[in-house]
């Protein structure tokens, strides 16, 4: 078995990370990623067309937006994982092998509909509270890229944690892709080398934190009708967002370190985001709150 749930008693006995068209490996990483993006454009267009506006400026606008948005994610990876890529410069246009940081992409993001709405005359906080429904959801779905890929998972988890994971080794992940804070957390929980044991046991942090994202988007779904001013709902995707982040963030083994400070930089970002983002909320909603009463 390649991976196994113990305690949900599911077992998936072969889950490979490519496929073969025509002699081409196609990874699944990729292809669930692009489905992320696919149904992400398909709910922003809904939103778009719900709301009164041209659902076809925001299939223009998606175009735009998942090109510089995937450069800004493999910058963002780039710039702080300096130290490996300094050193194999020819690597850091190689993304098949993973290495994109959705902070990045957000933050290109909003800069690509910065400049989108201003050249098309359109309301960039309208378009922020429209296009961020598809975001969402294609991180929901994104996230289980990392799935097949062996990827952002947590530390150990014990064998009473009833959301363990266990990875196999064999063709798809090896000894030598474990980091040292899981072989040594796994040597400690069983009392026995890496080699002997034959898996990692781990938190599923992808899978946290693409089931948070699922209750932040029904949430936003529920309420934004009920939203004070435009660039609302893309505030709530921020701090709710922001504080999911901030939490799996601090139990995963892969994480981006900012320079100097040692602190995890998405963890950092994450709690900025969802304190500024949950402080203008509050504010703006006393102000209007105040000015309707007067």
Not at 120 to 143: E, H, N, P, W, Y
Not at 259 to 264: L, N, Q
Request: aromatic share 14%; glycine share 10%.
């Amino acid at each position: 078995m390649e991976i196994q749930f113990p305690n949900l008693h599911i077992n998936i006995e072969h889950l490979p990370k490519n496929f073969n068209v025509f002699g081409i490996d196609v990874a699944f990483y990729g292809c669930i990623i692009a489905i992320g993006m696919l149904a992400g454009i398909a709910l922003a267009c809904y939103e778009a067309k719900r709301t009164g506006q041209d659902y076809n400026k925001y299939i223009d606008f998606a175009i735009y937006a998942i090109i510089f948005s995937v450069i800004g994610a493999r910058l963002y990876y780039v710039v702080f994982s300096w130290d490996y890529y300094s050193k194999h410069p020819g690597e850091i246009i190689n993304i098949r092998q993973g290495g994109l940081a959705i902070y990045g992409g957000v933050i290109a993001a909003i800069i690509t509909c910065f400049v989108y709405t201003r050249i098309k005359k359109m309301s960039f906080k309208k378009v922020l509270d429209t296009a961020v429904l598809g975001l969402i959801l294609g991180q929901i779905i994104g996230r289980w890229g990392n799935f097949f890929n062996r990827e952002a998972f947590g530390g150990v988890a014990g064998d009473g944690n009833p959301w363990a994971m266990r990875i196999f080794f064999g063709d798809n992940y090896n000894i030598s892709q474990v980091p040292d804070a899981v072989k040594e957390g796994m040597e400690k929980l069983k009392g026995m080398t890496l080699d002997q044991i034959g898996y990692i046991q781990v938190q599923p942090t992808f899978l946290y934190e693409s089931l948070w994202n699922l209750g932040v988007l029904i949430l936003m779904l529920i309420f934004r009708r009920k939203k004070k001013f435009d660039g609302e709902v893309f505030l709530w995707y921020l701090t709710g967002y922001g504080v999911g982040r901030a939490i799996i963030e601090g139990m995963r083994t892969d994480q981006l370190i900012m320079p100097v400070t040692g602190w995890p930089v998405s963890q950092a970002l994450s709690i900025l985001l969802a304190v500024v983002s949950f402080a203008i909320v509050v504010t703006k909603r006393v102000k209007i709150s105040k000015s309707s009463n007067i």
